[in-house]
């Protein structure tokens, strides 16, 4: 019997946060609209969400992209087609490798650093006395940061892509001795603006949308105490981690699995 | 003569939190321009009265009215406006961390209107020059002392001149002068600025120094009211108890527990 409680009271739990989780996504896409007339406040957003993130992101690309120029050699070239290796590394990292790993990084990097930066803002009273000095912490803390970080996501993850080749590039072409010329052509020849680049952007958007509102969402519910806000901090990582992964799984048999 | 209405006036307010009624059958008036003291055992419910008063938190029953306004009846925007004329320090100073103590007071003023930054500068110098701390408007507040930035928000809640001031626990943890100064301060902003205030405290001898009438509440209503002088004479019990600071009384000193003595010859008991 305790048993069955036990689970009752973790369901009910779960389907509370839920219902907090989506009137939050609700409240903050409404304060959207009054954010644009003052970009100074999310353009600063950008730089600590944005900026911040850009070094792993960019190290993370080149590394993930020479391994893809190995691994990918390794395969073609038992099929005799190694100069195929240009368009193996662009598609891999454009479909899948550029929006699901930025996610991840962005998760770890950024959207730890937002739950603990907003929740410890909370445990502080911060927020509370926004609020009592009539200023909405939904319009001037939460929107900002989501809208920075919705907007940092497609680019890094183009960044992450474009970095991803030239690592290719430098393995395949630099050291595996593919021929220059036929890495290139044969990327440009095929991939695709719509099917493969645009299908990753839309990709990394909708991630960025849901890295950021678990992101900001755990740290503006958080329990207002230091161990609340570290328990926080990592459910923010794993829950995104889950969800970008069964999003990635949903999302791709959607664009590619119906063509 | 001014506005006789009640500023502030609490109705039979009910509130109960995670399982605990702190509050039931709460009544409380506060006219125009007075100083109110409300004073009570720790965990009585003092800091949750505030919060009730600025709307962060609902009653289950009753109504709180903010210069005849319901509360908690209120549109957003409706209750925001109103805020605008409230000013709250809070118990932990509660500072913007990523600001500065200029930029701290200025926030209120720079987010609620568009005052020219020239003019802005001269409101916040001002600000700061009442508490004292004009040459510390370049340091942040993890810089500050526990007295330093309830100084300094003190500045920032007094920002906007509000029309009510609620002071939360404003004298603990300060050295005797700087308390001296934020007791007269608190009375010399009132009566300079002709606002009504509410003042949240233990300390007996300093809130009693600046308060027009003292509301005492234990258990979850008034248990006694009136001007500081006349409680002092200790009208019942309570608040004599209360206010001389003595153990035995009506007043529990200890959490609702078992026997002592059979308490501590339980062997078996594991803690
Ligand atoms: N977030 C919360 N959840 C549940 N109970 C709470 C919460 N915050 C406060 N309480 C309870 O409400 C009661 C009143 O708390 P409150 O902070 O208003 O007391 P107080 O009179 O301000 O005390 P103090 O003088 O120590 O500041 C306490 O018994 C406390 O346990
Ligand atoms: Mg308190």
Redesign the interface.
Known sequence: MTALQALGRWWLGVLGRLGRGHLFLLRTLVALGPLMLRPRLWIRELYSVGVRSLLIILVSGLFVGMVLGYQGYITLVDFGSAEALGTVVALSLVRELGPVVTALLFAGRAGSALTAEIG??KA???L?????????PYR?VLAPRFFAGILSMPLLAALFSAVGVAGGYLVGVGVLGVDAGAYWAQMQANVDVFDDVLNGVIKSLVFGLVATWIAVFEGYDTEPTAEGVSRATTRTVVHTALAVLALDFILTGLMFGAL | MPDKTPWIEIRDLRFARGGRTIFDGLNIRIPRGQVAAIMGPSGSGKTTLL?LI?G?LRPDRGQVLVDGQDVHRLSRRAL??L??R???L?Q?G????DLDVFDNVA??IR??TRLPEPVVRALVLMKLEAVGLRGARDLHPAELSGGMARRV?LA?AIALDPELMMYDEPFTGLDPITMGVIVTLIRRLHDALGMTSIVVSHDVAETSSIADWVYLISDGRVVDQGPPARLQEAATDWSRQFLQGLPDGPVPFHYPAPDYLGDLMNAEGRR
Do not use: C, H, I, K
Request: net charge positive; no cysteine; aromatic share 8%.
């Open positions: 410890l803002m502080t009273e911060q509370s006395s926004m609020e009592m000095m009539a200023v909405d001037r | 919060r600025g962060q925001y406006r805020r605008r409230m000013g709250m809070f932990s509660a500072l913007l961390t926030f209120p987010e609620n928000a920032r």
